[in-house]
């Protein structure tokens, strides 16, 4: 094709069967032979329709002329002659040759040309958060036209400084049922390698085995890679994937800048961007950001630089930090996470039958806690406006604060101290102006969100008044109520009624949140506002002396009596006894020799095992599990703390024209 005489005996035979002189149009492209860096302007057919194509620095225009020279196509354009059509460049990610390929050639570099191609995200007419690709081919044969027009467009789309060159990839591939090894090798993978995206991958293999988020590889990786030679790092999972890789960043950049990670820190942000590219079971985390758990528009949003800050909660326990989250249950949620492993073999119905089995009559119960929190400012119970696509909200947050954090001085709501100290449950300190204010009562669940939390189940947000980066978190506590009107309350989540309009809800914006559980008065009469830890004291491990093993004063552990050896006390004489394998009999042991482990067990004070069980009981069933973005935890007592726009997310958030379809929820009880 670079042959001139070939080139104008094609050009003489168009010029023949469709009557008019391309290749007196196809000399407007004489200015870029002349190297003018402005609008290039040219011939091209599109969709079987020749048009007049203008491309500058950010888009490409063209005016429909008229029909092209048909090829034995059939033309199936909606585009009329004189109408005007416009892409912007900032949504092209990769420009091709089109060629021709007969097949004994193997090269992409042979054949007849074509023209080019372009690829592009475009949105999806009737779901809005949905990105999918799009090529549209510019129709010419005249190679060096479409030389100068591809080597023009890959210089602008890669002077797009938010653009990834260099990723690492976190690949969970027994993530979603298995299905993510081969939505990676047959969709993403093909896409970052048309964009000219570098990559490097991490795979997890190890699944299905419990352990320390320590021991995962991610964020072992994390804690000696080089960060700085990355663009941008995804994730290809579920929500468990995506908070190993946050909270390896979040630590890495705490060592980094040597800060000590103590109870009132203000963590240090981190500019790199995280993709998440939801392939798992739950996909909250990317729902949320992106509008949708699509594994194609998550890749585009990656691939064309979109991004966005997020707020980040970090959890406490005891004033030692546990982990940075993004959403936190107590209660009821709990309760349901607990029964899922029951009904594995549901398959992707498990979710579902647990919520129904912690429904029933037997299981649904309220949890007795004290929740301290600081408030701001903004009324999350008069506040209906979501959080969209440059939402102003969001906006508002500084984001170049010393601190990380907005003005929360300007944030704090005035309050009637005497006001509050008489109303409902609420206990106000009247003896020195706080911020704090404390509530105690029974909860049938009690949330803390710092997203919206989108699901299939809530199309809208299980809170979806909810902003992703205000540097708030919303606090949603259910009181104590009928089973009927609790099932009401879940099944507004799947439609567009407000689920926080009952009575028994309360929904505080806060900045900061205490809830320790309060066990029942059964435990410990004397004494009604211990807390479990100050159980867990009275139930200290204290070595008894070898004279009295079986005083009342000696305090062990309950579990460490073995229910079978508890009905018998060998008295104060300490001797116990030990079965010999070896002659099939019972031998006397003398108390003055060392305590063995078996002897340890057996000078344990006497505890029947009917009062052991029903101490176990009341443990397990007046204290919840915690639901930390779908990963159970059974400690006690957290302290949550949401710090601003800590990370960026790649993505846009939520389209503003977002109007999903209702979630029926038939599986929920009628009521």
């Not at 601003?644 to 939520?654: F, T, Y």
Request: aromatic fraction near 8%; hydrophobic fraction near 35%; charged fraction near 25%.
């Amino acid at each position: 094709m670079g042959d001139d005489s070939s080139l104008d005996r094609s050009l003489d035979f168009i010029q023949l069967s469709a009557g008019r002189n391309f290749k007196d149009r196809l000399g407007k492209v004489s200015e870029i032979e002349a190297g003018w860096a402005g609008k290039l302007t040219g011939i091209f057919n599109i969709e079987n329709k020749s048009c007049d194509v203008t491309l500058d620095d950010e888009t490409i225009t063209w005016t429909v002329l008229g029909n092209a020279v048909h090829t034995g196509g059939i033309s199936r354009s909606k585009m009329k002659t004189g109408d005007k059509r416009l892409i912007r460049l900032n949504d092209v990610f990769c420009v091709k040759f089109k060629r021709c390929l007969p097949a004994k050639h193997k090269s992409p570099h042979e054949g007849i040309l074509l023209g080019f191609a372009i690829f592009l995200a475009v949105r999806d007419s009737k779901e809005p958060n949905r990105l999918r690709e799009r090529i549209l081919t510019f129709e010419s044969s005249c190679q060096p036209v479409c030389d100068q027009w591809v080597k023009r467009i890959k210089a602008v789309i890669n002077d797009f400084c938010k653009r990834p060159r260099q990723v690492m990839i976190f690949y969970q591939p027994f993530a979603g049922y298995g299905k993510s090894q081969k939505l990676y090798k047959s969709v993403i993978a093909p896409m970052f390698h048309a964009s000219n995206i570098e990559t490097q991958v991490v795979e997890d293999r190890v699944t299905f085995v419990p352990r320390c988020h320590d021991d995962n590889p991610f964020m072992q990786c994390l804690q000696s890679l080089d960060i700085a030679k990355y663009d941008s790092m995804v994730c290809i999972g579920g929500d468990s994937t995506v908070l190993n890789v946050v909270n390896g960043l979040l630590l890495r950049k705490q060592a980094d800048q040597d800060i000590e990670i103590v109870n009132g820190f203000t963590p240090k942000k981190i500019n790199i961007p995280i993709g998440i590219i939801p392939t798992g079971k739950v996909n909250s985390i990317a729902y949320s950001s992106q509008g949708i758990a699509d594994p194609v528009t998550a890749a585009l949003h990656i691939i064309l630089g979109h991004q966005q800050r997020v707020d980040v909660c970090s959890l406490w326990s005891e004033d030692k930090f546990f982990r940075f989250h993004f959403n936190c249950s107590y209660g009821f949620s709990g309760a349901v996470l607990s029964l899922i492993h029951r009904y594995k073999w549901f398959g992707k119905s498990k979710a579902e039958a647990a919520l129904v089995k912690a429904l029933t009559h037997a299981k649904y119960r309220s949890y007795d806690c004290e929740i301290s929190f600081i408030p701001t400012k903004c009324s999350a119970s008069t506040s209906t406006l979501s959080c969209r696509t440059g939402c102003v909200i969001c906006s508002e947050v500084e984001p170049d604060s010393p601190t990380g954090s907005i003005n929360y001085d300007n944030l704090l709501a005035p309050e009637d101290q005497l006001a509050l100290s008489g109303t409902g449950s609420t206990i106000a300190d009247l003896t020195e102006k706080s911020a704090w204010k404390t509530v105690k009562g029974s909860y049938i669940n009690v949330s803390m969100f710092s997203t919206p939390l989108l699901c299939e189940a809530a199309p809208l947000g299980v809170s979806k008044f909810t902003h992703l980066a205000d540097g708030c978190m919303d606090l949603v506590l259910v009181r104590d109520v009928e089973r009927k009107d609790f099932i009401r309350h879940l099944k507004r989540h799947g439609n567009y009624k407000n689920q926080f309009d009952f009575d028994f809800v309360e929904v505080h914006r806060v900045k900061e949140v205490r809830l320790h559980p309060r066990v029942s008065e059964r435990w410990h009469a004397s004494v009604s506002d211990r807390t479990c830890s100050e159980l867990d004291d009275r139930l200290t491990t204290k070595r008894p002396s070898t004279a009295g093993c079986g005083s009342a004063e000696s305090s062990w552990p309950v579990d460490a009596i073995e229910e079978e050896n508890c009905d018998k006390d060998d008295g104060a004489t300490g001797d116990y006894d030990v079965f010999d394998s070896s002659n099939s009999r019972t031998k006397k042991r003398s108390s003055l020799l060392p305590l063995t482990k078996t002897r340890r067990a057996r000078s344990a004070p006497v505890i029947s095992s009917n009062s052991r069980r029903q101490s176990v009981e009341l443990h397990s069933t007046e204290t919840s599990p915690w639901c930390l973005d779908g990963d159970m935890s059974m400690m006690s007592e957290l302290e949550i703390r949401v710090h601003p726009q800590l990370i960026v997310l790649c993505g846009e958030g939520i389209h503003p024209q977002y109007q999903p379809k209702e979630a029926k929820l038939s599986w929920l009880p009628s009521v």
